[in-house]
């Protein structure tokens, strides 16, 4: 009963990925796609999760960590891009 869950959700989060995709294509807006690609790795850290469950294994928990920390810095680094136009502050005052 609970791998049948497990699977429904799986496909649910799946479908939420197609829709996520969507947007970052279509977007009609910059923040509207960063937003979209920080909502995709939100869902794949999701699945690696539900996964792991259904596959009985504690493996892909780092993996779903890994994920998380990369889905995070991307994210603080489009949004920077987008408030100032660059990633990395050079300090330069002249």
Not at 7 to 18: D, G, N, P, Q, Y
Not at 21 to 45: E, H, Q
Not at 58 to 75: D, H
Request: cysteine-free.
């Amino acid at each position: 009963m609970m791998n049948n869950f497990i699977l429904f959700l799986i496909i649910l989060i799946a479908l939420a990925l197609v829709a996520l995709i969507y947007r970052l294509i279509k977007g009609p807006t910059v923040p509207d796609r960063v937003i979209a690609l920080d909502s995709i790795g939100v869902s794949i850290i999701a699945l690696v999760g539900l996964f792991s469950i259904y596959v009985k294994t504690s493996f892909y928990m780092e993996v779903a960590l890994l994920l998380a920390i990369l889905s995070f810095i991307g994210t603080i680094a489009f949004s920077k891009f987008i408030e100032k136009g660059e990633i990395i502050d050079r300090g330069d005052s002249d």
